[in-house]
């Protein structure tokens, strides 16, 4: 870790890893701060939308991106973290089917992407921080002192997002949950930015089969915090 910087806690994973409920149940433990960085290309439509910005507005989206005043809150374990832009609450706002359309226009734009990658440090403050992602480890936070990448089957992520949707009322089929996993993590596995891969000095967690608790105790352990 570079002289002078906060501490930095980095949790990469695939989706259904358990990481985002993981990150929170560290940041409150630890009574660090919070970055989910998924959240920032739907942060960044959104106050565009919000401020006038037209979506093709490469420059214009920039200046969004570098002044995005956001913050994220945790919540009590199975609730996404709470995301709060410019003082309001915007947790479901921000994933509507109309905000993730336009979040997938602005992450095509390689300036935007820069622009989001100096934000992301930005969260780096005393004293220290939990982030939760897909490349904190390798590209966001390279020196990082601690590096979690939490991973699980993708039979057990497909049986929990069964499961949450199911308890939201949701009529799923499991094996369809199945096969979209598979195929996004063939794609983010094999992209030619980023790809989903645990950095060289991460502490690989498998959290296949265990409880939260458990996945949190090995967690703490590995941030020597045990």
């Known amino acids: 870790m570079s002289e002078g910087k906060a501490p930095v806690i ?15 149940m560290l940041a409150r433990r630890l009574g660090w701060h919070l970055l989910d960085s998924g959240a920032l290309y739907r942060l960044t439509a959104l106050a565009a939308t919000r401020q006038g910005v037209a979506l093709d507005n490469e420059a214009g989206l920039v200046l969004v991106a570098s002044g995005l005043d956001v913050s994220f809150e945790p919540t ?10 410019a003082g309001e609450d915007v947790t479901a706002e ?7 359309e336009n979040a997938s226009k602005v992450a095509v734009l390689q300036a935007v992407r820069d622009a989001l990658l100096q934000r992301q440090r930005d969260f780096r403050v005393l004293p220290g921080l939990v982030a939760d992602g897909r490349d904190m480890g390798t590209v966001v936070f390279p020196d990082a002192p601690v590096k979690i990448f939490l991973t699980a089957s993708a039979e057990e ?14 009529n799923v089929n499991i094996a369809a949950l199945l ?10 596995i094999n992209r030619s930015a980023a790809p989903l891969k ?29």
């Open 179 to 188: 096969d979209e996993i598979r195929v996004r993590d063939e794609r983010d």
């Open 76 to 85: 009590p374990p199975g609730e996404p973290a709470r995301v709060i832009l």
């Open 10 to 24: 980095t949790v990469d994973g695939p989706g259904g890893s358990g990481k985002g409920t993981i990150t929170q």
């Open 157 to 170: 992520r497909a049986q929990r997002r069964y499961n949450q949707l199911k308890d939201a009322g949701v």
């Open 198 to 226: 645990p950095a060289d000095d991460a502490q690989v967690i498998d959290s296949t089969g265990l409880s939260i608790e458990e996945v949190l105790g090995r967690c703490m352990a590995a941030a020597g915090q045990a």
């Open 94 to 100: 921000i994933r509507t089917e109309t905000c993730g």
